[in-house]
Each structure stands twice: as structure tokens, then as C-alpha cells.
């Protein structure tokens, strides 16, 4: 079969990918951070002034290989590197994603005759919500966002939306939409003081949406069951959803970025939010970054209190989504879904363009809205490319084995912590079992001499062969290893992960 010219550039944008991806995937076995040497050759080969005459495309080819490169740490590529929530980029997604960056298609408006892109955005959001066992009927409205934070503020910006109309309504104003009439004027025509987010241990992102939201990160208030908890108080939650002079958003944290537990357990506690909402108009929101992809596992024992953790959260009106942490796609893909698919266009339509409209005058198949009208950017990347590629290449079954992988690996960590003479797995548990069936894919420990634990992160990753991120448990140091990279190997990496920690302890 001969190739068209445009297949023949899809072949040589993979020849090119896996050449320069061979020398990346030999780099991680070098060390998960960069040395100190290649980071000041970096720094100093950095030009202090844009050049009169340019230095040519092989010139920047050889600094970027040869200076910048090397000072780029391994985040992604390796599979020991545990620090925040990195995910990888699995083939699939990789080779997607040149083919996004070399074509360079302008996913703005829908254009059903110019451009197979919005459909291929649409089947996408599709392909995801079959991953996360959620309805496309009802959940196949949203779009690909930068990541979690991105689908956090379109969260709380269609919150926003639809809790003030609602309020407003209730007195008797009519207004078209918040986005239209303004925040403040709302406010003030719904008679309120002002909107506040319920949560527990939420992401540091939803303060952040709150605040570009003009919500502001101080209404952003936990109501949790005890001190450090994840759990709601429902007695409080009530309360709170009673006051009158309030708006309300609950935002549950489906996955908690510390310990990656849940803070439901199950439908019926999903049941009980969604009839507080409803009762005291409020919109739910699931933070679920990570944790919704506990809904690819299968009905197995072994996971129960993982699937636990995210059952029911079909019953939100909107969730958030990563998809360059579990979903192994590059940077920048996260995703939003939402139940309600008339709202984003009151918030993030553009006023007064009409040649930003789609033709509506062909009608091909499903009614896809035009993503500027329905997220933050106007132009933007091909982005949900990357996501098809890799959802399609690996399937349920495959998502579920490296989600599997990644669980097995961290539960086997945490069970040795639990024993071992230096260290104490976190939260405390009282016994081996019921620490480990609650580890998602992140394991929190400290040690526990209090001067080692002082810098336990830096002891660790300054050995190079793995990373983990320092952070805070009951007001004390403790470390985190987020296990998400989709080369995950159960043997090969526990082996590691215990030398350097043997090693650390014996210092
Ligand atoms: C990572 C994370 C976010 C933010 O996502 P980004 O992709 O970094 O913007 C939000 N919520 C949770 C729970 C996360 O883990």
C-alpha cells in the first residue's frame, strides 16, 4: 500500500521519537535527579540577551541535547522517581503527542467539515467515562483541561454558576447567568454574603481556583469528623449547608494528595452528600485527580476499600480529573466531566463573536459543543490526542493491570515499613492488614529517629536512585512515595526501594 505524504510524516515523527526516546529511557538508570555539575552547566550555557543574528536550528538542536537535557531530572521517565504525583508517558501517548505538537491543529471551534479534531475530543471524554464506569449519557460533557487544577477551577467556576442562580431565583430575581451578570451583582440581588467550599483535606489547587474565582481561599473550610481527618462530619456539614446567607459547593477529595486515601466510603455516604446538596441547594464537586482511577480496579478483595473510596461518585454534578498522572499521558492533560452540559456555556462563552460560532448547518452525528465556549483557553493544543491514543492502545484491562501494579508495589513498601526497627508507616495503624488494604498507590512513612527524619527526603534523594517528596504528617516531617508511572515492576522496584532505604536508616 503506498502512503500518502501525511502518513509517510506520521512514520518519520515515530522514527525520530524513538531515537531521541532510546537515549531518554538509558538516561533513568543514570540517576532520578540531575547532577550538581550538569544543573550549573545548564545554568551557565542559559544566554543572557535574545541574539541579534540567530544561531541556527542544528546549534539550538545541540544546546538543548547537550546542556538542557542533562539537567532535566526524571520525573516521568523513570519509574523510581515518587515525588508529587508524576505519572509517565506510555508509548502510545507519546507518539500521539508528537503527532499533536507536529500537525499543530487549533481545537477552538467546532467545525465538523474543516477538522476531525472536536470529534475525536468528544469520543475521548467517552472513552474515559467507560474507563471510570461512568454513564456517557449523562457524563459525556466536559473537556481536556491543563490538569487537575484547570478542572478544579472549571469545578467551582460551574459551582459558582449554578448555586447563585439558584439562590437568586429562590428570592425572586431572575438573571440569565453569573457569567452575564457578575458575581457581585448576584451576590448581592440573591440577598447572600458570599460563596463557601465544604471540603476535608482538599488539594492546595481548590484554595487556588477558589481565590481566581473571587470565592477566596478563606471560605474554602474543612469539616472534618476529627483533627487530620478525611472523613466528613455530617452533623457540622449540615449546618454549615444551613445557613442561609450562604452559597454552597461541597468538594469531595477522591483521593487525598498526603496518604492518597478517600474521604467517602462507599454509595450510601455518596447518597447522604447528594441529599444534603439537594436539600440545601449546593453543587458537588469530586477532587479526583488521582483517586477516580481506583474505579478501573475489579471487584477483587484485595482492592475493596480502594473501589470504596470512589463508588457513587456518579453522583456529583461535576468531577476533576488528571490525566497526566494515572492516565500516563504527558503534560499538560487533565480532564473535567460534568452531569450538567448546559452550564460551562454560561460561564466561559465568548461575548459578542459571532465568527467564533460553529456552523451548525451539516449535521454530523452527535451535537459536540465548541470547547472555547465551554472551558478557559480560546486556541489551544490537540490535547485530548495523547489520552485517546494511550485509553485505546491499552484498554481496560490494561489500565487495570499497571493500576494493580502500582497498588501491589505500594502495599508491599508499607507492609515493610510497618515492621521495619527505623521506620513508621503513616497514618498509624494498629495492625500490618489494616494499613496496608487502605494504601492506594501512596505510601507515607517517616523515620523514626527525629535526626534522620529531619531530612529524611534529602538523605533519600540525594542517593539518585529513587525520589520521594518531603511533606508534613501531624505537624512533623514524614516522606511520600506516589508510585504512578506505568513501568512499574513489583520486584524489580521494591528491591530498590528497600537498598535505599536500608541504606538511609544505616547512615
Ligand atoms: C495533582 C492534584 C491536583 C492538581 O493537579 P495539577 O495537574 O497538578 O494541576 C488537584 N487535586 C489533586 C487531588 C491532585 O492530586
Known sequence: MELTERQTTAHEIHRLQESLWTTAFSEWQSGVLPTPECLAKARQSLPASLPEEGTGFQSIQKHILNDIVPAFNGGSISPNYYGFVTGGATPAALFADHVVSTYDQNVQVHIPSHSIVTDVEFNALGLLADLLRLERTIWQNGTFTTGGTASNILGLALGREFVLKAAAERKGVSISSVGESGLFETIQAAGLTGVQVLTTLPHSSLGKAAGVLGIGRANVRAIPRDKNCLLFDYDQLEKELAQADKATIVAVSCGEVNTGQFATRGSEELRRLRALCDRYGAWMHVDGAFGIFGRVLDDSAEFAAIRQGCEGIELADSIAGDGHKLLNVPYDCGFF???????????????????????????????????????????????????????????????????????????????????????????????????????????????????LNRDLAGKINATSKMFVSGTVWDGQPACRIAISNWRVDEKRDFEIIKSVLEDVAGL
Open 337 to 451: 466531566l460534568c452531569r450538567h452540559p448546559e452550564i460551562a456555556s454560561n460561564v466561559f462563552q465568548n461575548a459578542n463573536a459571532a465568527y467564533l460560532t460553529s456552523s451548525s448547518a451539516q449535521d454530523h452525528g452527535p451535537s459536540i459543543p465548541s470547547p472555547l465556549n465551554i472551558g478557559l483557553e480560546n486556541s489551544r493544543r490537540f490535547r485530548a490526542l495523547p489520552a485517546y491514543a494511550s485509553l485505546l492502545s491499552y484498554g481496560k484491562h490494561g489500565y487495570r493491570n499497571m493500576l494493580q501494579r502500582q497498588i501491589r508495589l505500594a502495599r508491599l513498601v508499607a507492609g515493610w515499613l510497618f515492621h521495619h526497627p527505623d521506620y513508621v508507616a503513616l497514618p498509624e495503624a494498629p495492625s500490618e492488614e489494616e494499613l496496608v488494604q487502605q494504601v492506594y498507590m501512596v505510601v507515607l512513612f517517616r523515620a523514626k529517629d527525629q535526626t
